[in-house]
């Protein structure tokens, strides 16, 4: 099981890192792209998000929208381009073919977060040379790192479930973007509809003497949430309907 999921993982690695589908003007597109932008963002948050870690929220939600085209790719990607059937025909088990897939992709966004960090604490000092080294809270960077992790891999798992039943790339990134934009824009509507009373008390749960039992909440509610998903993906992954579909 182990050497399965090995294989499987640096498979996805290899393709999802140096992104073989693409041209090398694509690929060179894309990562001007990917750098100006965090570039640009990093260089105007680096100096708050070392004394406020959550002026670094924009910054990191970037990165979540490429973990959405990767695992949209994870198996419609594979369905399109006829490899499907000669993956799933391969002694690989089931599950290290489903967790290979994702938590490369995952784990891929969640190194690219971790450069953004080092890449904000170095434009933080540079902004502020003169004045002596600065780094973020320790417990606070780490705390932020582990939310992320596992906030990707339930996005992972949600975009490898669509993806699964998608018949085209095209397909499930749509389904997956919508649905994003969707729960995004739901929460905040939903925050501005909530009685006053109630904003109050949410946001009373996140000053100081009440943000350590809300992480602890919000830990186990995602922690909850990927297992659930994770099943749920399990469940679904079937060999044989894989290959009729």
Do not use: C
Request: aromatic fraction near 12%; hydrophobic fraction near 60%.
């Amino acid at each position: 099981m182990i050497d399965d999921f090995r294989t499987m993982f640096w498979k996805e690695w290899k393709e999802t890192v140096f992104q073989r589908n693409l041209s090398r003007n694509e690929r060179f597109a894309r990562a001007v792209v990917v750098i100006a932008i965090l570039g640009i963002l990093l260089w105007k948050t680096g100096p708050m998000m070392v004394t406020s870690p959550m002026a670094f929220f924009m910054p990191s939600f970037l990165p979540l929208f490429f973990l959405l085209a990767i695992v949209a790719d994870s198996f419609a990607g594979e369905r399109e381009r006829h490899t499907l059937e000669t993956l799933l025909a391969t002694r690989l088990s089931d599950g290290a073919i489903l967790i290979g897939k994702l938590l490369a992709a995952v784990l891929f966004i969640w190194g690219v977060l971790l450069l953004a960090v080092m890449i904000g604490i170095v434009s933080a000092n540079i902004m502020n040379r003169g004045s002596g080294l600065i780094f973020p809270p320790l417990d606070r960077a780490a705390l932020f790192l582990v939310f992320y992790f596992l906030l990707s891999l339930a996005i992972g798992s949600i975009g490898v479930l669509v993806s699964l039943r998608a018949s085209t790339v095209r397909q499930a990134s749509q389904i997956l973007n919508i649905a994003l934009m969707i729960i995004s824009f739901g929460l905040i509507y939903a925050f501005q509809m909530l009685p006053t009373e109630w904003r109050e008390a949410l946001k009373q749960a996140f000053t100081p003497e009440h943000l350590r039992r809300t992480e602890i909440f919000g830990a186990l509610i995602l922690m909850t949430l990927n297992l659930t998903l994770l099943m749920a993906a399990r469940l679904r992954f079937k060999r044989a309907r894989l290959i009729l579909e």
